[in-house]
């Protein structure tokens, strides 16, 4: 919009504008001070629901009930019944679609550098199951969760018979953290790790946590897509010509929850549409039905070991 500001009618070119007053010397110098301008936003309007005075303390037993939900644990995942989640479900139907949430301070959650995570559970405690079983499992990378599994190194591998076992739905937000998809990221996790655990889907798959950092989540045939935004969402930056700085404020428009298909086919999207390191990543994580072999044989090979494929995909 700096074409359209009264203050830039005679400058020619907004971009080398931006250069001059980021002091910078490539552009992509220009759009990290930008996204830092964004991110500041999202910071200050961020609610941190994960805390202790929302979902972060178990009024009855004073533990902290988020992290051991994340790491598997908690009467959240074993509890028979609903009813010790009154506090999810008023969440669920109050700020999660009104409020921009924080991103929580847990270890599996910490340093998404892909711009991407998972959550993958084992069980469902309702009948009829509300979320169908919609992977299967290729292997468990205990060393990358080591902090969830309280185990410092190992591994499990899966045999794949086509029959899907675990849940998983995954979201993503890619590498800008300025987008609205990644100031919208607490949300997402919110609807694939919380919300879902309403409808019945619970528990880890072992030796990893319930939801975590891509790199850190099970290797996995396929996970549903979810994409939380707001497309009419605006961030407002002003100047401060005698500190020298920005402000910026978010506006948020209406939060929306969608299904975005294929999980690999919507990071490389978020990516430009090309292949890049990350997204090849992100196809090696979420491997579709025939891929755990080869999946599987490169991490074993890493530890020099031999994969027989026998019995499996």
């Not at 079983?133 to 045999?159: H, L």
């Not at 975005?260 to 292949?275: M, Q, R, S, T």
Request: aromatic letters at 8%; charged letters at 20%.
């Amino acid at each position: 919009k700096m074409e359209a500001t009264a203050a830039c009618a005679n400058k020619s070119d907004p971009l080398l504008e931006l250069f001059s007053l980021f002091d910078a010397t490539e552009e992509m110098d220009v759009y990290s001070n930008i996204e830092k301008v964004c991110t500041g936003a999202y910071k200050l309007s961020g609610y941190d629901v994960y805390d202790e005075g929302t979902l972060g303390m178990d009024a009855a037993t004073e533990r902290q009930i988020t992290a051991e939900y994340l790491d598997g644990g908690s009467v959240w995942n074993y509890a028979n019944s609903n009813d010790d989640t009154a506090t999810i479900e008023r969440v669920a139907s109050t700020v999660a679609t009104s409020r921009l949430l924080a991103w929580p301070d847990h270890h599996a959650l910490e340093h998404c550098d892909i711009g991407a995570a998972m959550c993958c559970s084992a069980v469902s405690r309702t009948d009829p199951v509300a979320n169908d079983p919609n992977a299967e499992v290729c292997y468990v990378d205990i060393k990358a969760s080591k902090r969830t599994a309280r185990v410092r190194d190992g591994y499990s591998i899966y045999t794949q018979d086509q029959a899907n076992d675990v849940y998983c739905e995954a979201f993503a937000w890619g590498t800008d953290g300025g987008s609205m998809q990644s100031a919208l990221k607490g949300n997402a996790l919110f609807q694939a790790g919380f919300a879902n655990m309403l409808d019945g889907s619970v528990e880890q798959i072992p030796g990893a946590p319930l939801c975590g950092c891509l790199d850190r989540m099970p290797v996995v045939t396929n996970a549903k897509c979810t994409q939380v935004t707001s497309t009419d969402s605006t961030v407002n930056v002003t100047f401060n010509k005698s500190l020298g700085v920005f402000d910026s404020s978010l506006d948020l428009g209406t939060i929306s929850t969608s299904d975005c298909g294929n999980i690999v086919d919507h990071y490389k999207a978020l990516e430009g549409g090309e292949d890049t390191p990350e997204s090849l990543y992100v196809a090696g994580r979420v491997v579709g039905a025939t891929g755990c072999t080869e999946a599987t044989t490169s991490f074993l090979s890493s530890k020099g070991l031999e994969f027989s494929a026998t019995g499996t995909d």
